[in-house]
């Protein structure tokens, strides 16, 4: 699987020229499905987060951008369909685009709906990541970005990348996430972990990690 792990969705023409590159084809060649499940789980959450996503009326440029065709997989029905009719759905679509919201919220329904295990089968697919859409991936999203909590307890996530993301950087509407407060919870994750604004998103694809931004970033790496 191809990602592109995201801050606040396609928001420049570098990330899309990212996006483009990784599909190998063009935006309105390319079949998407969209998964708002995170959308339910954020502590502030309402239903109309998800639906303006879905419908690409939210702020974050992903849904909206001229699919051949756009389907919603919704994680919290996977269990009570039967498996090899939504797999096949994924394995037919080009792309993942993945909601922001509660990333550990997130993770559970990846797990429990089967989804992470068919995810290393996809080597063509491109999973889109908006903010805990992105963080879900990493191996822990650090006490800071604790909302939604699992029965098991802690913040560990999937794990599929080695590096660990703070979003939103130096945003108006997040005034705590300073570059200081990336910088103490960098500490805490204590692995490679990146700060990102919403004009920079992370690329990986063959084993290698590329930082796509037209905006500002900071890797904290204690190895180096």
């Known amino acids: ?73 919704e994680l919290t029905a996977l269990p009570s369909i039967d498996t090899a009719r939504w797999v096949s759905w994924v394995q037919e679509a080009d792309v993942l685009l993945v909601n922001g919201g509660d990333a550990l919220y997130l993770n559970h329904w990846m797990r429990k709906s089967g ?59 997040c005034p705590d996430n300073t570059t200081a407060a990336a910088e103490r919870w960098a500490a805490e994750i204590a692995g490679p972990a990146y700060a990102i604004d919403e004009q920079t998103a992370i690329k990986v694809a063959g084993g290698t990690v590329e930082v796509v931004s037209e905006g500002h970033w900071k890797l904290f790496n204690p190895a180096s």
């Open 115 to 173: 989804l992470v295990e068919l995810l290393p089968s996809l080597p063509d697919t491109v999973y889109v990541g908006l903010s805990a859409g992105s963080m879900v991936m990493t191996p822990r999203i650090g006490q800071d970005f604790v909302g939604w909590k699992p029965p098991t307890g802690g913040d560990s996530t999937l794990g599929l990348v080695d590096f660990s993301i703070f979003p939103h950087l130096d945003h108006p509407a």
């Open 1 to 73: 699987m191809k990602l592109l792990l995201t801050d606040s969705g396609i928001t420049n023409g570098s990330i899309q020229d990212a996006l483009v590159d990784l599909l190998g084809k063009p935006i309105d060649e390319s079949s998407a499905l969209c998964i708002p499940t995170a959308g339910y789980g954020a502590p502030d959450a309402d239903p109309g987060g998800p639906w303006r996503f879905i419908s690409g009326r939210s702020r974050n440029p992903m849904i909206d951008l001229g699919w051949e065709s756009v389907g919603v997989l």
